[in-house]
């Protein structure tokens, strides 16, 4: 497998630049409804919503969505890439929950290999929705 059909599988797996994921649980506007179920890790994808959208319709219902500029990054060295991107989310997961965040926003996902060892790099940041106009990390 070449490194362009590696990015186009892990792109099929509705993990790509841009994409937002909100914890399952998570306090939001009543006209934010998210479809679908989470993942086994308990976050949802927000899906095809346009993500500049997403946040005017939170900014309209007097919410924040706060974007946390540091970079969390995970890599996951294996064969089998789809198990990396499960194991490289989980990272990004956990940090993001040690952070006290709800959502987080995939900044870049790429598939390359290391002296023949094929490996998956997920970067993301946290973010988080909540009703104050301050970070209360809940």
């Known amino acids: 497998m070449n490194l362009s059909d590696a990015s ?3 792109r099929m797996a509705g993990i790509q630049p841009g994409t937002l994921f909100v914890a399952e649980g998570t306090r939001m506007p009543e006209a934010m409804g998210l479809e679908g179920a989470p993942d086994s890790n308990g976050w949802k994808s927000v899906g095809n919503v346009d993500r500049s959208e997403f946040e005017r319709k939170i900014s309209r219902a007097g919410w924040i969505f706060f974007l946390r500029t540091d970079e ?3 890599t996951v060295f294996g064969f089998d890439r ?3 991107l499960r194991v490289a ?3 990004i997961i956990a940090r993001v929950k040690f952070q006290r965040c709800n959502s987080l926003q995939i900044k870049d996902v790429t598939a390359k290999s290391f002296l023949k060892v094929p490996y998956v790099s997920v970067t ?3 973010r988080h929705i909540q009703e104050r106009p301050s970070f209360d990390g809940q």
């Open 72 to 74: 969390i990054k995970a």
């Open 124 to 126: 993301a940041h946290s």
């Open 8 to 10: 186009s599988d892990i």
């Open 82 to 84: 789809e198990r990396a």
């Open 89 to 91: 989310m989980q990272r």
